[in-house]
């Protein structure tokens, strides 16, 4: 069976191919994994579809292991398909797309002259890119003339250093960054890092000038579950297509970024234009809460439990009449209520998320959502209960059955380097948290005490929450009840 090329497009397909491949390049993605190509490749597939866009984007990897991806796209023409699957309005949906966008792929570690190249090309505007949190930070490197930088920001503060000397330093010849890593204000951060290779490397002042007031380091929010290249399914898709796909991709239909600028940079990167879920904001504070109390709120408030009960994934869990029904309970009534934006707006983000949920085509296990859900219950759950008791409210009933089945899902025994529970019917699994933290749970849990005083302990450890939530009123009384409860298998 022929591997994916030109030769194998139709018509219209080719003539896609073509005009990507001739246009400018305007973009520089630095980022070759599943998430960029199911997200911003395919957004500016949509917009090249519609005639908005008329750049191209030149592809490379932050990471010299990212080789072997590298190649086998550039085999493939940069051509590569996109399979998106999922529930649209309650409706199962499954698209295949052919995404043409890419008029260079190749590896900037073997060819570091061409990514300077295309660095001092005036037709480049944009930087986006995706190098996972650990690449987005300063790690002092030294600057040999004509080496590869190693570090993401370091290859930038280098190629921007390259483009002033060889532009003038023209603040029209400024470029846009849009940082796709999952980091709080990545803009901001990855500025800060640039700035700091340029201080290590002594480079001009007049060029620092340059990077601040004619270059942009966007903050974005990105929003989609890209789930890749899929094992089980490629080969009867490829025996089916007539063609095989090295560089196979999948993702959900649900989109969403939320990138700090000001609307009219629509008119330069379309994607709203394009009909896409993309938001010029003001603040980017605001779609982080949504996301955090919410999406991430629900994940963390769901977990413990459902793994308590023996459910192993997401879907199955909201599929369960009494667990669906208790999370989207707790989200409406509980979660929503105390979240300072427009509730029509978070009622619709909500529905949205019940619908990621019960993606059939999705396994998203609650083991690896409740891995360290002892901090992202600090991030994520414990605000919105504070919110309740500021205003000298109790806290919400299924808030205090989450947090309860939290606590109950600590209660580990220590065995070599694993800290071990067990189900609510005695089977045996692996919390993933951190060892103080969990140790201190089990120290609480491991005294022979009545259930309210075993409460007041938990909840007494302030290295574990922050604060000393013992001595919210009427708390812990509300989480012995709930572990109570637990135990006799109330859930909602």
Known sequence: MRQLDRSLLNDSQRQALDAAQESPVTVLQVGEGNFLRGFFDWMIH?????????GSIALTQPRPQGQAKIEKLAAQDGLYTLVTRG????????????????????????????????????SLRFVVSNTTEAGLVYKPEPLNEG???????????????????????????????????LLERNGDELKRCVLQYCEQWSLPEAFKHWVLTSNRFLNSLVDRIVTGYPEDQAESWFAGWGYRDAMLNTAEPYHFWAIEAEPELD????????????????DLGPYQLRKVRILNGAHTLMAPLALLHGFRIVRETMENPRFGRFVRDAVEQDIVPVVPLAAEELTAFAASVYERFLNPFIDHRLADIAMNSLSKFKARLLPTMSAYVDRGDDVPYRLVQAF???????????????????TLAGAAYEVRDDAASLAAIAQAWSAEQPVEETAAALLALTDVWGKDLSAVTGL??????????LEAGAVG
Do not use: H
């Open 46 to 54: 949509r917009c090249r579809e519609q005639g908005l866009f008329g």
């Open 87 to 122: 529930l649209e309005s309650g409706e199962q949906v499954e698209r295949k797309e052919t995404v043409s966008v890419f008029s260079a792929v190749f590896d900037p570690y073997g060819d570091w002259q061409r990514l300077i190249a295309l660095a001092e090309s005036p």
């Open 147 to 181: 080496e590869p930088i190693q570090s993401f920001p370091g290859k930038i503060a280098w190629l921007l250093y390259r483009r002033y000397a060889a532009l003038g330093g023209a603040k029209a010849s400024g470029l846009i960054f849009l940082p796709c890593e």
């Open 267 to 282: 008119e330069e990167l379309p994607l709203r234009r394009a009909g896409l879920n993309v938001q010029w904001v003001d």
């Open 404 to 422: 309860a089945g939290l606590l109950r899902y600590c209660k580990v025994v220590r065995e070599g380097d694993a800290f071990m529970g067990r």
């Open 476 to 485: 812990a009384k509300q989480v012995a009840a709930s572990l109570s409860e």
